[in-house]
Every structure is written in C-alpha cells, then in structure tokens.
C-alpha cells in the first residue's frame, strides 16, 4: 500500500506548457509616484500599473486580468500602491535595495516587496521587487546570499573561514557570478579610467590569495614552547598538515571527539601537501579503534579510488585521489592523534581552499558586519533550483557510472559550497571502501540509487527549512516556496518507497528547464574568468618588457663591474632607454614639482613601445640641457639591440663554463 508521502508524490509532473484557460486583458490602472534616489538606496520606483505587493486583487472587469508589477526594492518603506492594488507574485521575497550609480551602499537594504497574498481570480500578480546587493572590496557587487565572516569549515574540505576572512567570490549560487555594477568610463572625467580595468577583480584576487594562503598554511601550536622549533607533522607522504576541522590537531583529537553524524565514524580531516608533486590534499584519517586497518581493506579501499577515478575532475564531486595506511601521528611525536600511534586508514581527496559546507553555509547562526548574530535563513528559491540542478548532475554522472553517493556524502556537512556557487559533494568513496562484501545486483544496486535520490530530497529539504524548526516538513516549504519545487521535493523523498520518480534520468527531464539556467549561468562565468585571465596575460607581457629594461639600464659595463664604471647604460641606445625610463617613471607636475604616478601613462607608454608605433615623444635629459626627439620605435629598436648584446654576453659566459644563475642560464626575448 502506498504512503501518504507517496501518494503525495504522485502528482509530480516534469513542467509542462500551461494548458489552463487564457490571460485575459490587462485591466486599468495608472503608475504609482516614483520614490527619490539617495545615497544609500532609498525608496527606488514606486508601484507598477496595478498596485502594491501583499494587497488582495479586487474583482476587475475580465475573468483572469493581470496584475501589474510591483516597486523595485527600495530603503525601509515599501512603494506605495497603485489605484487598483492586485497582489504581489507568490514566492518573491524581500529583495535588499539598491543605491544609485557611484555611491558606496553601505550594507544591503531593507525593504523590497514582499510576497502577494492570493486573490479571488486566477490572473497573475505583479512581479517582486528586485534586489540589490552589497559592495564588496573591490566594488564588486556581490550577492547576499553568501556565506558570512566568522564560519569554520565544519568537516569540509575547505580552510576554516576565520573572522575577517574575504567572502568566496561570487558565493550565493544562482548566476554564478557577482552582480557587477556597470561601471560609467567618464565618471573619473575624460580620458580617465579605473586602474582596475587593467588588473584582476579585486575580490578574485582576494580569493586566489587566500587560496594560496590555505594551500601553504601549517599548524603551529600556541601552547608549545616557542623556544624549540615545532617539530615535523607528516601523515604518510604528506607534510605541511593543517586542520580543516576544529581541534583536528590536538593531541588524541581522534578519540575525543564525537563520530561524525554522516560517516558514524570517528575521523580527523586535515590539509597536506605531497612529497611527490607538491599538490595539496584533503586527508580523512578514519580512527584505527573504530576501522582496524588490514591488508584486505587497504585493497578495497584502493579498488575503490580506481573505481572513482573517470569522476576525479568532474565539477560537481571532490575528487578521490588516493587511499593508504598511515602509521605517522597528527602531532609532535609521542602525542598520536589516535592515542597510541597506530596504523589509520587514510583517504586523500582534493582540497578545495576557502571552500564551506552548506551546514556552514545555512544552517548555523551567522556574524553579521556589525557584529550580531543572526538566525539562520534558507537561501533563495532561485538558489535552491541551482543545487538540484547541480547536485543532479553528480548523481547522474555517479550513476551514469554504476557508482553510488551515498546518503553519507549527501549530508549538509559532506557537500562543498566554493566559488561562484559551485557546488561539491565530498567524502565519495569512502563508504564503499569500508563497508565491504560483495557488489550489489542489478535490484539492489536500483534500490541503492532510489536512497540517493532521497537523500537529496532531505538535503534540500533541510535547506529550504533553515531556521524554522528542528523538524523539516513539505508544509514549511509550501508555505515560502513555490509550489514546482514543493512538488520536486515530495517525488525525492518518496523515491525510496516507489514513488514515480525512480532514477536520475526522471531527474533530468524534471530540471531541463531549470539546466539551461544553470548553463546560462556557468557561460556568464566562463566569460568573465577569460575575460580576467586575458587582463593578466596582457600584464605578464608587460612584465616581460619591464624586465628588459631594468636588465639593461643602469648595468655595469661587462669587465667593470667590481669599480661599479656605468659607462656602458649611458651611451649609445642605453641612454636613449633611461631617458624613456624617466619620462615613463620618473614623471613630475610642472607646478610643484610632485611626483605622478599615473598607472595609465605606464600602461599606454609600455603597449606603444610593445608594438613599435611611429609615436614622437619628447626625452629630456636630467640636467634639462639636452633633449631628443625619437619615436617608440626608435626606442623599441634601442631596447632589442641592448638586451641582444647583454644575451649574447651572458650565452658566451655560459660555453666558457661560468655561472647560470638560478634560471639555469634559460633567457627568452
């Protein structure tokens, strides 16, 4: 006999084109007064043709009339409402508002419409009102919906996000990408530009940085004597290790702290860095008290990385990349983490820098800027739709595979939130390898697959019920989400007990519509990622050029070096390059003889002498009694002959045996 929950389920269809009766015209109504713009995103437009948000429609004239739509997102007081008030559309929250161009917003704004109540008629509502977001420390807009300050990573595989630490670029899922804002070229003045047009996105920048700062990163104990050096922490072929959870490194971290509610098992998570290539590593050491470690199982565990391996780079899993027994301790020596300094089982999956567990994310208070402690909140609609989307296509490639996920890995502490709302599922494989026996048959393996699908209908359950209460429920979600996705929900969870959505494939055509969002999404990304690679590779043409000339201005003649004789850099085409190094560099005001550091007379002058235009440009000596008149490519030309005869030196010196130098004597032009 069916569940209630099944039966439930039962009236999920994948979305089809709307067969009901037609729109009917759009009934009267005028424009609401427009709220002014000020510094710190007030009232932003008024009222849409047909009223205010959360009014019930009064009885128009057609059967199915249109609402119109409702303000953009404003500061605290809602737009007021048009002369013929229909609601709001359903599920479209308060959205935070917007400043006017240029200005500094100085936290996201209150306020925006929030959701319609229904009317007696089946005519739409007005749309919601769009919302802004926060500046970043570039000035990036980045959407608010990220993980905030102060989180700690909660059995992840990222670093432990520390208060002050920058916010992932991008984070909140959804678009995949900050909500730029458009940037005005004249609103520094004519001719004038941001120097970070030049450069990468400040808060990319901030994200690669932290990422190496993750990737080098070594535990050092405070309560050690800072007297003696810190003793080596090794754990097998890794070294470097750092904590990825809180109080992985102390001494028997293992045997104090509770299983892990996914695993059931206890474990220690850490970062480390491989002897072999110098990859950073994610590392789960599985307590040996819990797991004896075997020859049987080590077997296992290895047919289990080589079973996962086609998924290792796929964008939606952390790759497994190795398993192996371990004898070393995660601290000093004689202060195993395991008690007693026994062989572990040991798991190595990719690390993710920076990255948070949607537990993290979601489910746990967070810091705000100023310091208070809010509630958790579930995300977006918009974001929940891109983790299906995103958590599908794992399961998809996994079973695709004949592989399985396990509920485990679909815990809310198991799968990874980075950058630009990618998601990760973590900790694949590890289940396989210690549960053991034989392979499931073609039933079992089928039913194995149906728990998955249920497992992401509880993990996203347990999102969308974030905050309120301790029992997640479909009736919660009907209340503030759609009614698409409360259906998508029932059909996951009823999936184990038979119901009508059975494998990834109904799971697929489910999201069609939804994927192709999520595909618009990942392009954006892609375009904007290139577009900053290609900012850094016109800067490393650059450094190239700069390198060039500082090997050859002010150089000692080649034999003279010891009496420091600069005879050679200043004649000939040498002084022509330290004359154009001065004009470039060394530039003054007229008035009151300041320093100029305009980096966009470096960037044009570099790019002209690059290609050699046919440019004038007036050099004046440093006594200001000589000057000359030359081109960039004269100037060009002077810079290819001296750095082919300091070449041709430093290649000579190398046929009669003399020093290569750190670069192996390895010189390119």
Known sequence: MPTKLAANAATFVPKQPDGGPQK??????????????????????????????????????MPAGRG?????????????AGPFPLGGRG????????????????GPGVGGPGP???????????????GGGFMGPGGGMHHPGGPGPGMMMGGGFGGPMGPGMPLAYG???????????????????????????????EGLRQQLQHRSYMTTAQWHDETADESAPPPPLRLGPYHTLYPLEEGAMRPQAAASELPSAALGLRTVLVKGVSSADGSAAALRRVDPK????????????????????????HPNLVGLRAAFLASDALGPPGQAAGGDGASALVFAHDFHPGAVTLAAAHLVPQMT???????????????????????TSALRAAHGCGLLLRPACLHPSKVLLTGFGRLRVGSVGIVDALMGGEAPGPEELQMLMRQDLTAMGGLLLTLCCAGAGPAPSLDLVAAHFSPELVRLLGALLAAADGGPLGSWRG???????????????????????????????????????????????????????????????????????????????????PDTGAPLLDWGLVAEALNKLDAGVHEELLLLGRDGQSMMVVTYADVKRCLESSFAELRAAAQASMGRGGPMGRGGGMMRG
């Open 369 to 391: 800027a100023a310091g208070l402690v809010s509630a958790p909140q579930p995300p977006p609609e918009e974001v929940v739709w891109s983790y299906a989307v995103q958590i």
């Open 290 to 313: 819990q797991v004896i470690p075997t020859a049987e199982l080590l077997s296992r565990a290895r047919e289990t990385v080589e079973s996962w391996a086609p998924l290792a780079n």
């Open 507 to 589: 799971l697929v055509a489910a999201l069609a519509d939804r994927a192709f969002t999520e595909l618009d999404g990942a392009g954006v990304a892609l375009d904007h990622t290139v577009g900053e690679l290609a900012k850094e590779a016109e800067n490393g043409r650059l450094l190239r050029l700069l390198a060039k000339i500082n090997f050859v201005t002010e150089r000692p003649a080649e034999g003279s070096m010891q009496d420091g004789d600069s005879s050679w850099s200043e004649t000939g085409d040498r002084y022509v390059l330290k004359l154009f190094r001065d004009l470039v560099f060394h530039a003054a005001s």
């Open 91 to 106: 599920p479209g929250g308060p959205g935070p508002g917007r400043g006017p161009r240029g200005a500094m917003s100085p």
């Open 171 to 201: 984070a909140g899922g959804g678009s995949h990408l900050p909500n730029y804002r458009s940037r005005d070229p004249y609103l520094l003045g004519p001719g004038r530009a941001y120097t970070g047009l030049h450069f990468v996105e």
């Open 68 to 80: 119109g739509r409702g303000g953009s997102g404003g500061g605290g007081v809602p737009p007021p």
């Open 116 to 130: 319609g109540g229904p009317g007696p008629m089946p005519g739409r509502g007005g749309r919601g009102g769009r």
């Open 24 to 61: 009917g015209l759009r009934g009267p109504g005028g424009d609401g007064p427009s709220g002014p713009e000020g510094m710190s995103a007030p009232g932003g437009r008024g009222g849409g043709p047909m009223g205010g948000p959360n009014a019930a429609p009064a009885g128009g004239r």
